[in-house]
C-alpha cells in the first residue's frame, strides 16, 4: 500500500517560515522522483519542487529563492523547507511521487516527470 504522509503545515505571517515534511511508509519512496504540490479552491493543483533520484531539483518560477527540497540520506522522507512565505503561499501542500504506472488517471507532469501518487496533504496559511 502506498502511502505518503504530510506534517509541518500551519499558519504564519507573511515574510515567515515552514518546514514541511512527508515520510513514505512500506517503501514507497519513488526511485524516479518525490515532489510537492499545491492546490488552492478553484484552481488546479500544481508543481512547487520536486527531487530526483540522482539530486536534481526543479523549481517552479514562483518559489524559487524561497523553498528548497530536500530528502535524506535514506530516501524515505521528504523535505520542503518554505523562507518568505507570501500569502499567494496559501494552498494544501501535497507530497507526491512517480511509479511505474499504465494509469495516468490523476497524474501532474511536473520537472520532466509524471507524479501519480499523492499524500493526503497539509494546510499552510500565510497572513499578511
Known amino acids: 500500500q502506498v502511502q505518503l504522509v504530510e506534517s509541518g503545515g500551519g499558519s504564519v505571517q507573511s515574510g515567515g517560515s515552514l518546514r514541511l515534511s512527508c515520510i513514505a511508509s512500506?517503501?514507497?519512496?519513488?526511485?524516479?522522483?518525490m515532489g510537492w504540490f499545491r492546490q488552492t479552491p478553484g484552481k488546479e493543483r500544481e508543481g512547487v519542487a520536486s527531487?530526483?533520484?540522482?539530486?536534481?531539483?526543479y523549481y517552479a518560477n514562483s518559489v524559487k529563492g524561497r523553498f528548497t527540497i530536500s530528502q535524506n540520506s535514506s530516501k524515505d522522507t521528504l523535505y520542503l523547507q518554505m523562507n518568505s512565505l507570501k500569502p499567494e503561499d496559501t494552498a494544501i501542500y501535497y507530497c507526491?511521487?512517480?511509479?511505474?504506472?499504465?494509469?495516468?488517471?490523476?497524474?501532474?507532469?511536473?520537472?520532466?516527470?509524471?507524479?501519480?501518487?499523492w499524500g493526503q496533504g497539509t494546510q499552510v496559511t500565510v497572513s499578511s
Open positions: 507526491a511521487g512517480v511509479r511505474n504506472s499504465r494509469d495516468t488517471r490523476g497524474s501532474i507532469l511536473f520537472g520532466g516527470w509524471l507524479f501519480n501518487y
Open positions: 512500506g517503501n514507497t519512496y519513488s526511485k524516479y522522483s
Open positions: 527531487i530526483d533520484a540522482d539530486g536534481t531539483t
